[in-house]
């Protein structure tokens, strides 16, 4: 195998799409130390990390400089900074077990989803042309869909953090206070929880899709 120049190393780490993923770990870091001290502060900067996360994609495309080190820093970011703010949600609500769950779902499928993606020898865990679900398909193929599902579910998390007012309240009931209210918070509430319902479906489909992938592998390597 041919050995890579740390030239060519370096300008890898340096493609603008990472430089970006560079910047929104910073981000993250300087929010989640603020989580606790300043809601809008925290808001305003995961939000602008999340969007990143489209930007860095695009910059990717424009400018060829498509990466696997690009494609991982991007998800475990993603993973990472979406785990952080669910286990702050599972401290300001009851019951806390509720987001945990959906932490160990999130990190779980798209763990699964990787590992079957290296088995099956594809570029890209986002290649799912070969699924028997067609919302899997859907999910991944329309960057548009994938997008509204991912924005929904994070601004829908982001919502219950700046309602959270003390540690005993119940996620359904600030929940349904938010949709009751006719307001401009009522609706985006109402999006963002179809969006966040259709991801969690998606990922409980990409786990077991995985598995399926993960099981078939040891049987063809048994035969």
């Not at 594809?122 to 070969?130: N, P, Q």
């Not at 929940?175 to 179809?194: G, I, P």
């Amino acid at each position: 195998m041919a050995k890579s120049s740390p030239e060519r190393t370096l300008s890898v780490y340096l493609y603008i799409p990472n430089i970006i993923g560079y910047l929104r770990v910073i981000l993250n870091c300087i929010a989640f130390a603020q989580c606790f001290y300043d809601k809008r502060v925290f808001a305003i900067l995961y939000f602008i990390s999340f969007v990143g996360d489209g930007v860095d994609g695009w910059f990717a495309r424009k400018f060829n400089q498509v990466s696997t080190f690009g494609a991982v820093l991007d998800m475990v970011t993603d993973r990472v900074s979406t785990a952080c703010l669910l286990v702050i949600l599972s401290q300001l609500y009851q019951p806390g077990l509720v987001f945990l769950l959906l932490l160990a779902l999130d990190i779980a499928s798209h763990w699964f989803q990787m590992y079957s993606t290296f088995l099956s020898g594809k570029a890209s865990h986002k290649d799912v042309k070969d699924s028997s679900s067609w919302l899997f398909r859907v999910y991944y193929g329309n960057r548009i869909f994938m997008a509204f599902c991912c924005v929904g579910s994070e601004v829908l998390y982001i919502i219950l953090y700046l309602l959270s007012r003390n540690q005993s309240a119940n996620v359904i009931d600030v929940f349904m206070d938010a949709v009751r209210q006719a307001s401009l918070v009522s609706l985006l509430t109402v999006l963002a929880l179809f969006g966040w319902a259709i991801k969690q479906v998606v990922n409980v489909i990409q786990m077991k899709s995985a598995a399926d992938v993960c099981v078939r592998y040891d049987i063809n390597r048994g035969q």
